[in-house]
């Protein structure tokens, strides 16, 4: 499976922005697919996930409430909806495909697929 990321861009403060993650093949509907963010000189820090089985969602303390990760099996795509941003929020938004186990579905090493990152900016 291939990932292609997109949905980035520049918002005030306040604003909402949805990343969409399209995944080349049906296989995805067996990953768990995760959101992470990587801001420049820092590591790349967990943001959201979504179980295949069962659609269990799971967020970073930082997007709880805020952020919103579902998937659309029909369409092979993974969303985030990213509401009430703030100039914290900016970063590199990556998404991500594996076969991880809920205690380990922070940890960016255990997915084996990625895509190519997208732009996020939130202005003061």
């Known amino acids: 499976v291939q990932l292609q990321a997109s949905g980035g861009g520049a918002v005030q403060t306040g604003g909402s922005l949805r990343l969409s993650c399209a995944a080349t093949?049906?296989?995805?509907?067996?990953?768990?697919m995760a959101w992470f963010r990587q801001a420049p000189g820092m590591e790349r820090e967990f943001v959201a996930a979504?179980?295949?089985?069962?659609?269990?969602?799971h967020y970073a303390d930082s997007a709880k409430g805020r952020f919103i990760i579902f998937r659309d099996g029909a369409k092979k795509t993974v969303y985030l909806q990213m509401n009430r941003l703030k100039p914290e929020d900016t970063s590199v938004y990556y998404c991500?495909?594996?076969?991880?186990?809920?205690?380990?579905?922070?940890?960016?090493?255990?997915?084996?697929?990625w895509g190519q990152g997208t732009q996020v900016t939130v202005s003061s």
């Open positions: 093949t049906d296989t995805f509907r067996a990953y768990t």
């Open positions: 979504i179980r295949a089985s069962g659609g269990t969602t």
């Open positions: 991500a495909a594996g076969n991880v186990i809920t205690s380990t579905l922070r940890d960016s090493s255990k997915y084996h697929t």
